[in-house]
């Protein structure tokens, strides 16, 4: 808990209208998410408990996890969508798929028109990244083949962390190269940030220094993106043909 509290704080950073967690574990995913700064937000109760029940009650065998668990923050600055509206805020929840997403995607309204057959529920633009990319999963195409297409079909900037309902997969992808990744030495624990110095940061905190390697920060490249398992047993590369841009 003390190394997610010290990332979400530098990622406040980013952003203090709002911030937000998503924790999955097992068959479970569990949302917090408020139009607060995340340096307030891990004070609350609400932020304790959550860890309390999910780790101590559920995910913590002495000190070993008993499944693998993923989580994704979030510190967000108003761009698209109310903050004070607490939908609009990150992590997003759309169609089984759990994303957060630094940027902005102008052709939202067009892509809303041309796929009539997807249904909007909120105002931020990360909606329209998850629907998209459901909707293709629901076509029958391969996660891979998925983000894809998503990104190919979207104008604008998409850094996006992404998890399922449904499978045991991260998406990290983006089309500006504001991404970055490390592996521990022991091949255990990823860790990503949006900011380079952030993971540098985080990795420098005292439970952390001893379990990565700073010199093994990766750069995920404007146009590229990977899909991890998260028992990290597998990670493949899924370059997409287009990287940022920006409206016609």
Known sequence: MQTVNSMFKLSESRGKEA????????????????????????????????????????GVNGNQLK???????????????????????????????????????????????SFPSLKKKY???????LSLLQMFRTQGKSIIEAVRLVFNNI????SVAVQF???????????????YMNLSVDENILVFASEKFILQQALNNKFLRNLFSSK??????????????????EKTHVPFERPFRGAL
């Open 19 to 58: 911030s937000g967690l998503a924790i999955r574990f097992k068959e479970s995913i569990y949302i917090l998410k408020e139009p607060i700064s995340s340096s307030r937000l891990v004070k609350t109760p609400k932020y304790k408990n959550l860890f309390n029940h999910t780790l101590k009650t559920e």
């Open 67 to 113: 499944a693998p668990l993923l989580i994704l923050g979030h510190s967000r600055l108003q761009t698209n969508g109310l903050s004070e509206i607490n939908t609009n805020n990150q992590p997003v929840v759309k169609d089984g798929a759990v994303g957060i997403h630094n940027g902005i995607i102008v052709n939202d309204d067009r892509l809303w028109k």
């Open 123 to 129: 105002d931020v633009d990360t909606e329209v990244f």
């Open 155 to 158: 104008e604008g900037s998409a």
């Open 165 to 179: 309902d449904d499978a045991d997969n991260l998406v990290l992808a983006t089309n500006t190269g504001s991404l």
């Open 216 to 233: 093994s920060i990766t750069q995920i490249k404007a146009g590229q993106g990977y899909i991890i398992d998260l028992k990290l047993s």
